[in-house]
């Protein structure tokens, strides 16, 4: 019942609680404990969220895995115990042994939802260089029978889908995640990249827009809008949007690049290049720096 921003801490608090229950061999508890996580929050445990949302993060994973590895030495069958060693793995970016525990665990228990889930993901997040040759829609098919109402589902098909170049499949998914999961802001951003494509500016932003007001902290997101916003010439929204960017990723170079080049384009001359000889200097590029001391020196 909990308010859209509060999700993210309440599913914050889940994945620790099934952090504690890993290292207890509490295997029911975490991974119920990491299923309500993902149900509050679908961001979580996903390779490209904030560091501070992945699961095990903290961890002496190495230590945890030989800990695992003893356990399934007593108990081999339990799917339990194979899908958390599996998620050990798949921190570890162990892509086959990651793989092979999920499967294993389903074996046993077919419809393990943080097994089916972490499959289709290691599909996308541990292949994403051989997606267009070793990619297989069973695995998402499976998932998709077993829990169809499950919007991180629908979105990882939408980004299988996408990277395999099937535009309009991956809008279909995406939008079939929206309905499900309306205050998530994934799918959002996911859209905006379709309704480009599609070359429906409006609708892109529209979407870009949901994405922030979801997840008013995710940097990407305000760089995405602000290109937009920038190919329309509006500068002083861009400028905007790279400052709330910056404001959430401080000291990123290519960010204050991003800012500096917007205040030129806006007409800002100075003030952009005055950037660009701070951001060198800050790097110790001397060439850099001498050379925008000489434009200076012209304007």
Known sequence: DASAKVM??????????????????????????????TELN???????APETDNFLVKSNLEQLLAD????????PNNPYALALRGEIKFNLEDKEGAEADFRKSLQ???????????????????YPEYISSKFSS?????????????????????????????????????????????????????????DLERG????????????????PDWAWAYVIRARQESK?????????????AIELEPNTNWLETCHARL???????????????????????FHILLAMWFILGQL
């Open 8 to 37: 993210p801490h309440a599913a914050r608090f889940c994945a620790q609680s099934g952090d504690k229950k890993v290292a207890a061999h509490d295997f029911i508890g975490a991974i119920d404990d990491y299923t309500r996580a």
């Open 42 to 48: 679908p961001t979580f445990a996903r390779i490209y």
């Open 68 to 75: 695992y590895d003893r356990v399934l030495l007593a108990e």
């Open 108 to 126: 046993y228990k077919r419809d393990l939802y943080f097994a089916n889930l972490r499959l289709t993901e290691a599909n996308l997040f541990l």
């Open 138 to 194: 069973a695995d998402f098919d499976t998932a998709l029978k077993l829990f169809p109402d499950n919007a991180r589902m629908h979105h990882n098909m939408g980004l299988a889908l996408g990277r395999l170049g099937f535009a309009e499949m991956a809008a279909a998914e995406y939008n079939k995640a929206n309905k499900l999961s309306p205050e998530w802001s994934r799918p959002y951003y996911m859209m905006a990249f379709a």
């Open 200 to 215: 429906d500016q409006d609708a892109a932003m529209a979407d870009l827009n949901k994405c922030i007001q979801y997840e």
């Open 232 to 244: 329309a010439h509006d500068y002083k929204a861009a400028i905007e949007d790279i400052e709330q």
């Open 263 to 285: 205040r030129i384009s806006s007409g800002d001359t100075l003030g952009g290049v005055g950037e660009f000889i701070g951001i060198a200097s800050k790097r110790s590029e």
